[in-house]
């Protein structure tokens, strides 16, 4: 699957009284039919997209599905796939924020409607990043919430995670071959000196904890004591082991320059660049998990040479095609995202309108060098990799053949396979750790 993505991130700032809505700052309300058409230029035929939250989800139980309508019936009719990405790291008004203990269960009731709106659309991330939303939302203190405890990253951390597996479930329920892709940062802490170990131990285990609990992994015996010390109870924990639906999943790895650390003594951490790179890494989590995996954000800044960005598109396909021959199920790759971004260069914390050249597009959607080398990219390759990286047991169908009678036939399969595999429980916990 060759993706891109239009950037639908919308935290608060300010104590609530600022969002920052990337939607309208990259000029996509106004230009959405523009940038299909890009998409279709690219020949990518998969978007990383979704509606709105702060718009479309106005109070509990109320929708305002009038732009998403117009959107998602022109991706139907130009029969591009949507990965819909139905929360990025904001929540509307009224929910407050991610230490709101009810947003798990009206989220899942949000991502119901949804389904039940579009049950053409099969492919879903229903929370983005969840670890990084937790982390930039409830301990470093930038966004959303903006406090900085170890408690509050594990009571946000616990509320994102359940409100994503509840929504896998509620999805379920509606169309039960629905496939997940948990775009995850992918985060590794290396220490400066020896004295540095210990705390880099201890980043390198919280890394994993958003998709330990959405997967139901056992976490280690110290990692429990974490979370039982800062908030999380007993039954938190073994609602995840029990509520798994790990087997509808695909591991989503999203890797960026900025996403390996050095880790000082004292616990302050710095970028470290590019160290281990993304394969080495994809590995590390593939290890833990065992799922097919996909690449689903990466992108560089086009610099003064202006070719920046597409040395780093060739490195991470060629880290992509690394993890592919070394025996790993790897069914995708993302350029994230469509046009330049604004204001990431300060992580959505100024809203100074800085624009970031990292898009596929400029916000005038004029091509950049990368989006002609990705467009390029996709055309030599999308017929060439072999049918055995296929790896899924359920097929994505494009909303052209959304009625077709064998995709019925699968899905009356899928929903008989998943009352015999869930119950109750949604399938068993795993083995070793706490």
């Known amino acids: 699957m060759f993706a891109t993505g239009i950037e639908n991130s919308s935290p608060t700032l300010g104590g609530g009284r600022i969002r920052v809505d990337?939607?309208?700052?990259?000029?996509?309300?106004?230009?959405?039919?523009?940038?299909?058409?890009?998409?279709?230029?690219?020949?990518?035929?998969?978007?990383?997209?979704?509606?709105?939250?702060?718009?479309?989800?106005?109070?509990?139980?109320?929708?305002?599905?009038?732009?998403?309508?117009?959107?998602?019936?022109?991706?139907?009719?130009?029969d591009i796939v949507p990965i819909t990405d139905l929360?990025?790291?904001?929540?509307?008004?009224?929910i407050g924020n991610f230490q709101n203990p009810d947003f798990p269960a009206q989220f899942?009731?949000?991502?119901?409607?949804?389904?039940?709106?579009?049950?053409?659309?099969?492919?879903?991330?229903?929370?983005?990043?969840?670890?990084?939303?937790?982390?930039f939302s409830a301990k470093y203190g930038w966004w959303n919430e903006e406090l900085t405890t170890d408690a509050a990253f594990v009571t946000a951390l616990g509320?994102?995670?359940?409100?994503?597996?509840?929504?896998m479930r509620a999805i379920l329920e509606v169309r039960a071959d629905a496939i997940f892709i948990q775009s995850e940062s992918t985060e590794y802490f290396h220490a400066e000196n020896p004295a540095a170990i210990r705390p880099a131990e201890l980043m390198n285990a919280v890394r994993f904890l958003s998709l330990d609990l959405n997967y139901?992994?056992?976490?280690?015996?110290?990692?429990?004591?974490?979370?039982?010390?800062?908030?999380?109870?007993?039954?938190?924990y073994h609602f995840f082991l029990d509520e798994t639906r790990k087997h509808h999943c695909i591991m989503g790895n999203d890797y960026y320059a900025t996403n390996e650390h050095l880790l000082h003594p004292d616990g302050r951490s710095e970028w470290a660049g590019e160290i281990y790179g993304y394969s080495v890494l994809t590995t590390q989590y593939f290890a833990r998990y065992g799922l097919p995996v996909m690449h689903t954000e990466t992108n560089f800044s086009q610099g003064p040479q202006g070719d920046e960005a597409v040395r780093w598109l060739r490195k991470q396909w060629a880290n992509v095609l690394r993890v592919r021959n070394d025996g790993l199920p790897i069914v995708g790759f993302t350029w994230y995202s469509l046009t330049d971004q604004v204001d990431w260069d300060s992580a959505l914390r100024q809203t100074r309108g800085t624009v970031n050249p990292v898009?596929?597009?400029?916000?005038?959607?004029?091509?950049?060098?990368?989006?002609?080398?990705?467009?390029?990219?996709?055309?030599?390759?999308?017929?060439?990799?072999?049918?055995?990286?296929?790896?899924?047991?359920?097929?994505?169908?494009p909303p052209s053949q959304q009625q077709d009678p064998v995709l019925r036939r699968v899905e009356t399969r899928a929903r008989e396979r998943l009352r015999r595999t869930s119950g109750p429980s949604g399938g068993g916990p795993q083995e070793g750790g706490a």
């Open 108 to 135: 899942a009731r949000y991502a119901r409607a949804f389904a039940l709106r579009y049950p053409w659309v099969q492919l879903y991330t229903p929370v983005n990043e969840m670890y990084i939303c937790a982390l």
């Open 159 to 167: 509320n994102i995670v359940k409100a994503n597996v509840l929504a």
């Open 22 to 78: 990337e939607m309208d700052k990259c000029g996509h309300y106004r230009l959405w039919q523009k940038d299909f058409d890009l998409v279709q230029e690219l020949g990518t035929g998969y978007l990383r997209y979704g509606p709105p939250i702060h718009h479309s989800w106005p109070g509990p139980d109320r929708y305002d599905w009038s732009f998403a309508d117009e959107t998602y019936a022109d991706l139907r009719r130009r």
């Open 359 to 397: 898009g596929l597009y400029d916000l005038d959607r004029r091509i950049r060098p990368v989006g002609e080398a990705y467009r390029e990219l996709i055309a030599q390759w999308r017929d060439v990799l072999p049918t055995q990286s296929v790896v899924l047991a359920l097929p994505v169908f």
């Open 87 to 94: 929360c990025h790291f904001g929540v509307p008004d009224w």
């Open 216 to 236: 139901g992994h056992r976490v280690s015996s110290e990692m429990y004591e974490y979370l039982m010390d800062h908030g999380m109870t007993r039954a938190d």
